[in-house]
């Protein structure tokens, strides 16, 4: 699968499951499958799904569980996390998950890991972790790929001998640590944009190959929106970014409404503040403005991949937006499943 026309990289899709207002939890989760076979027939590269707990707004709480699902649903388009968020988790645990993941579908599984904890503190005790989990980080991406190379501490199984891409979030000293480990960098497009040009700078600079071949690897995240008009792609991102901005000031991510109730509020200092500062990250336009935002974002930024995300109140809008944009890039709607690239060279395939 080469990159797309119009960009020198290539696109996957993030989706973190959320909710919207009076809708229960189990349809958005089957929006998400639904969602990864859209994203597969317009000829996206990878679909990533993400970990949250205990959150009202966000149905996707067991990353590894939702992967399944949507593995089973689909063919060729590469699934991973976005990511599993690993001082929540035994590394020993999370090595035999990925390894019955890569047994069932081989050559299409991702392995993302992050290292947040949980949001609250009722949330870490019930998870049985504390904030100083995170700092052990480091360690626990060592002992998780020691199961996978047959060094741990027992032998995983199925995960020892598979070869499942790692790929590490840059969530505190994440870029630091995928240095330090060899392994492809996932990082959000910051609105100080600088911070991430320097985060990837010192990724690339620090980058210890893990294994004969290894090459720095960088995903960049972006929010992103397309419509027939600036205006309309624009709108398409109020409803979570209203869901942020609650999420900032009242401590609760809250399920999507519909644009309209968004600017029918009379929002606070602080809550207009918070909703202004959610948009100031998200890129939109019409096609072709998109792509050349994309391109030039991953020019800057020196990205190898953009990986997208975009959560409207409509689902129909969301699958709009990313059609328009497959098809802006020259991809379009395909089914044939050329063999994809893993990022960095964990694997032997290659971007």
Known sequence: MTPLQGLPVHLSVLDRSLTREGEHPAQALRETVRFAQQAEELGFLRFWVSEHHAVPGIAGSAPTVLASAIASATAHIRVGTGGVMLPNHQPLVVAEQFGVLESLFPGRIDMGLGRSVGFTDGIRKALRVGKEAADGFGEQISELLGYFEGTGLVRARPAEGLRVPPFVLAVGSGAAIAAEHGLPLVIGASRDEER???????????????????????????????????????????????????????????????????????????????????????LHGTGPEVTEALAALAKRTGADEILLTLNTYDPADRLDSYRRLAHAVGRGEQRAGAPAPSGGSWTAARA
């Not at 010192?202 to 960088?218: I, K, L, Q, T, W």
């Not at 027939?228 to 979570?240: F, N």
């Not at 942020?244 to 606070?268: C, K, Q």
């Open 196 to 282: 991430t040009r320097e985060a990837v700078r010192a990724y690339r600079e620090d980058f210890r190959p893990r294994e004969e071949g290894s090459a720095p690897y960088v995903i960049v995240a972006v929010n992103a929106a397309v419509a027939d008009t600036r205006e309309e792609a624009a709108r398409l991102q109020i409803p979570e970014a209203w869901s942020a901005a609650v999420s900032r000031t009242r401590g609760s991510f809250a399920p999507l409404i519909p644009a309209d109730e968004v600017l029918a509020r009379t929002m606070t200092p602080r809550e207009r503040g918070a909703f202004e500062e959610a948009r100031l990250s998200q």
